[in-house]
Each structure stands twice: as C-alpha cells, then as structure tokens.
C-alpha cells in the first residue's frame, strides 16, 4: 500500500472479502436436520462438505482423494455444492455411493442454508508455487455458517481463521496430513463445535 502511494501519490485502500451475515444464521439443530433432510443426508452422523468452482485450483484432485478415502473407510457423509469442468472426478470419487450427494451449483442466497448441514467443511488449495494472493470466499462462508474448517496454510488463509485458533489449518501436501486432520474432527464432536464457534465469531 505505501509503495503505490509512493508510486503514485494516491492513497490505496484494501477491502476484504466479508459475507452478508444475514444469509448465515447459524446452526441450530432443527437446521441441520431440515437441510439433511431435503438433501437426502443421515441426520445423524457426520457430513463433510465443500463449495466452490471444480477447477484444479482449488484442490479438486485432492477433494477427491479424501472423497475416496473417507467413503471407503469412515461412516461420513458428502455435501459437494458447485460445478465446473472437474465435476466428473468429483462424481468417479464418490463411486456411485449415496453418502455422497451434490447438488451442483446453487445461488449465493442459499449456501448458508446448505452449510447448516455440513459438520467439517474443507478448502483443500494445493500448496501454491508462488504467492498465493486470493482470499478464499469459501472460507469466509464455512466460517460464518459455523462449520469446522480445514485449509491449507498460505497465503491469507491462517489468517482468516485467525492463526489456527478458528480452524485446522494444514501445512503439508501430503495426504496423510489431511487425513488425519479431518478424522481428528470426525472423532470429536466436542472438538468441532469449538473450532465452529470460534470460525463463525471470527469472520462475523
């Protein structure tokens, strides 16, 4: 910012992403149980989710990966909203399996709805060669609808689920790492409603 008023002699102003808080009222249980109702989801039990455009770069083949994993060896459910040219991966991952269920893409007014549903939300970026200057909505969005979050550590990410302390937050590229990661979560219910409390207090 003070090299392009240096540059240029005028003043630069950052905005970041935000979310309009009134389309993520929270979970509640009477929420969660409508949203998996209507998708076709377990009431009980564990859904893991993810929203965004199925493009490489935003993890898609490590999305799939863990779809894969986690259907072949966890009782956990999938929440997929979005599209995009990766879609068929996404599809080839869940193997048929009706815990798997998605939704395609949807209007931005409803995603705080959708998420109700979601218990662990993943933002799965491969780590980047270079910086990472984006500011991932999704995020942003898991956060405010009180989901536990796990991203990939860089860029803004840490900071948007402040250090680590409103999220899990994955330094590594490697699968084992985000496995074990999100079956920490799967394993605590306690653990995830903290992580969620914190994200949503934080981003709003």
């Not at 992403?17 to 377990?42: C, M, S, Y």
């Not at 040219?85 to 996404?90: D, F, G, L, M």
């Not at 910086?131 to 991932?136: I, K, Q, V």
């Amino acid at each position: 910012r003070q090299l392009l008023k240096y540059q240029t002699g005028t003043p630069v102003n950052v905005i970041a992403n935000g979310v309009r808080p009134d389309r993520f009222p929270g979970r509640t249980a009477d929420k969660i149980r409508q949203q998996r109702e209507q998708w076709g989801l377990p009431t009980n039990g564990v859904v893991l989710g993810f929203v965004g455009t199925f493009k490489a770069f935003h993890g898609i083949e490590r999305l799939a990966e863990l779809i894969r994993w986690s259907l072949a060896e966890t009782a956990v459910s999938w929440l997929v909203v979005g599209d995009g040219p990766e879609y068929s991966q996404i599809v080839e991952a869940g193997g048929g399996s009706k815990r798997l269920v998605m939704t395609g893409k949807q209007p931005p007014t409803v995603v705080g709805d959708l998420l109700s549903a979601v218990d662990i939300a993943v933002a799965p970026h491969s780590l980047f060669s270079g910086d990472f200057y984006f500011c991932p909505l999704k995020i942003l969005e898991y956060a405010a609808a009180g989901c536990a979050v796990v991203a990939s550590h860089q860029g803004d990410i840490p900071r948007l689920l402040d250090d680590g302390q409103a999220g899990v937050i994955v330094n590594s590229d490697e699968l084992s790492a985000w496995q074990a990661a999100i079956e920490s979560l799967i394993h605590s219910p306690d653990l995830r409603s903290e992580y969620g409390a914190r994200a949503r207090t934080h981003v709003l």
